[in-house]
């Protein structure tokens, strides 16, 4: 069965700072990984997503990578600002039905 | 496009009460989802759809109905709410490669 975790649970920064979150999962065979931001109260936002066939995927100042021998993926936000505070969360999708075993998140504060 | 939309927004239950909570999307995606999040939890999945008339479970599917009759909708059913049912709704929806969201619907049983 399909574990991910998320390590660290919670994190604080001063602004400006270069950061990394890490996600682990337990199976290798998956289909993909995504990374979702979710601000309190609300939905999830998708910020990035990677196939299993990829090493890497960058938006704008995210960059997330995946290596699937090691069972691993992070996500490293460059110059952080007050505007990233959230929590962040990984997603390892099982197949191409599309199911994902989610992690618990990392709740990420950016201090101004 | 609106993506993902949910109803209600917020919705207070007594134990024993049925309801059933609408999601819907724009986008044309076969694969559609429900997720509970709870806190310590994460989110986890209840059920899933592949395409219209093709249901199957998640990992909590119990207490919970739901059907796909069209591409469109995807409503999840309680059907005699519990306590335990206290949690926060998200409906998803994909493409075969990338999943969308819903805002999410904030169930409380008492």
């Known amino acids: 069965k399909q574990e991910v975790t998320q390590i660290p649970a919670a994190l604080s920064v001063p602004e400006g700072e270069n950061l990394v979150l890490n996600c682990s999962f337990t199976?290798?065979?998956?289909?993909?990984l995504q990374w979702f931001r979710q601000d309190p109260g609300k939905g999830l936002t998708s910020l990035l997503l990677i196939q299993s066939s990829q090493r890497e995927q960058t938006s704008g100042r995210l960059n997330a990578s995946l290596d699937k021998s090691s069972g691993r993926s992070t996500l490293y936000i460059a110059a952080s600002q007050p505007g990233d505070s959230a929590t962040y969360l990984c997603?390892?999708?099982?197949?191409?039905?599309?199911?994902?075993?989610f992690g618990k998140g990392t709740k990420l504060s950016v201090k101004p | 496009n609106a993506g993902v939309t949910q109803t209600p927004k917020f919705q207070v239950l007594k134990t024993g009460q049925s309801m059933t909570l609408q999601c819907a999307q724009d986008?044309?995606?076969?694969?559609m989802s429900w997720y509970r999040q709870d806190p310590g939890m994460g989110l986890r999945l209840i059920h899933y759809s592949v395409g219209a008339g093709i249901t199957d479970q998640g990992e909590v599917p119990n207490g919970y109905n739901v059907s796909r009759s069209t591409t469109e909708d995807f409503p999840l059913r309680l059907l005699s709410a519990a306590p335990s049912q206290t949690s926060v709704y998200f409906c998803?929806?994909?493409?075969?490669?990338?999943?969308?969201f819903g805002p999410g619907t904030r169930l409380t049983v008492l």
């Open positions: 998803a929806s994909g493409n075969g490669y990338e999943q969308f």
């Open positions: 986008m044309n995606h076969e694969y």
């Open positions: 199976d290798s065979a998956i289909y993909n």
């Open positions: 997603a390892a999708g099982g197949g191409s039905q599309g199911n994902l075993i």
